[in-house]
Nanobody
Framework: QVQLVESGGGLVQAGGSLTLSCAAS????????MAWFRQAPGKERDFVAG????????SYADSVKGRFTISRDNAKNTAYLQMNSLKPEDTAVYYC???????????????WGQGTQVTVSS
């Protein structure tokens, strides 16, 4: 199993940047693909970005392509989400998640963090 803890959320003006971090417990971090999801008030939780075990392959939701970058540091057991050119519609609770070991099916994430709030003011 892996436990995930997000940090780095906050309030930022439109056009600004923010970097989220996701710290994972244990010594098996490199065997988990990692993903970020977000949930805005009154909406479903949506996929934002995913990264494979090695970090060489990434995927993004169309709404964030070119603005957000997902990365990971397996030596530090941490995944990141760099968010640039933020828009008010990016306001949401952001969750770090992981599917079962060795899987890259972001749609079946089994492990979730507690979430971190990102608020973008206009």
């Amino acid at each position: 199993q892996v436990q995930l803890v997000e940090s780095g959320g906050g309030l930022v003006q439109a056009g600004g940047s923010l970097t989220l971090s996701c710290a994972a417990s244990g010594r098996t971090f490199s065997t988990y693909a990692m993903a970020w999801f977000r949930q805005a008030p009154g909406k479903e939780r949506d996929f934002v970005a995913g990264i494979n075990l090695s970090g060489r392959s990434t995927s993004y939701a169309d709404s964030v392509k070119g603005r957000f970058t997902i990365s990971r540091d397996n030596a530090k057991n941490t995944a990141y989400l760099q968010m640039n050119s933020l828009k008010p519609e990016d306001t949401a609770v952001y969750y770090c998640a992981a599917p079962k070991r060795y899987s890259i099916d972001y749609g079946t994430c089994e492990y979730w963090g507690q979430g971190t709030q990102v608020t973008v003011s206009s």
